[in-house]
């Protein structure tokens, strides 16, 4: 392997607004964005409607982002906040599935009464003696609650790129995430009451 040319810069990250906005003459350059953001799109999607949803879904956010290219806002760098705030609306879709699947997570995962002394296996039971709380809270909670708290929790969003994605202040990003987190903790307890 050869070292780079003395005296050249390092290469240049290209923004995803440089990208779309090349991407309206040349639209094979929006592949790029399908490459950086599916697998992070596609999971999201997966941890919200499960996955033969997910691959739709995500296919189907990269499709509208594509034809509405023209109108993205080419002053943001990052279109990832965007590209959440697509997929977020086509979950909107799928609602009544999304608290219809946690309901039914809610009803078939007993708790198991698994003891070992390894750190992962231990890691595991809690992980399955949870997954029933949890996903009743999540039902619970109003469809912008759960949609903030999703986006922060499983995309790791920050607050202005939630209120980015789902076209709200960032306080009420703050307020939806607070009262999603009470409920939960309502439903759930506290963690060493679940063991």
């Given amino acids: 392997m050869s070292a780079p040319p003395q005296g050249s810069a390092p290469p240049i990250e290209v923004t995803d607004a440089h990208l779309i906005e090349q991407s309206w003459r040349h639209p094979e350059r929006f592949g ?18 499960g996955e033969s949803a997910a691959d739709d879904i995500a296919a189907e956010t990269f499709l509208r982002a594509f034809r509405s290219r023209q109108r993205y806002d080419v002053s943001r760098p990052s279109a990832r906040a ?4 697509i997929a977020s609306n086509l979950v909107a879709d799928h609602r009544r599935n999304e608290a219809r699947r946690y309901r039914a997570l809610a ?10 002394h390894d750190d992962g296996v231990v890691q595991r039971v809690s992980a399955a003696i949870m997954q029933p709380q949890l996903a009743s809270g999540l039902a619970r909670l109003s469809a912008g609650d759960r949609d903030v708290l999703m986006l ?34 309502k439903v759930i307890g506290p963690y060493e009451e679940a063991l």
């Avoid at 697998?39 to 409607?49: A, G, N, P, S």
């Fill in 82 to 85: 965007w590209l959440y705030g």
């Fill in 152 to 185: 922060v929790a499983c995309a790791q969003l920050s607050y202005e790129e939630v209120a980015d994605a789902l076209g709200i202040p960032r306080g009420t990003v703050g307020s939806r995430l607070n009262r999603a987190r009470k409920k939960l903790r």
């Fill in 107 to 116: 009803r078939s995962a007993e708790p198991s009464d698994v003891a070992s």
């Fill in 32 to 49: 790029v964005l399908f490459d950086r953001y599916f697998d992070i799109l596609h999971r999201y999607v997966h941890m919200r409607l």
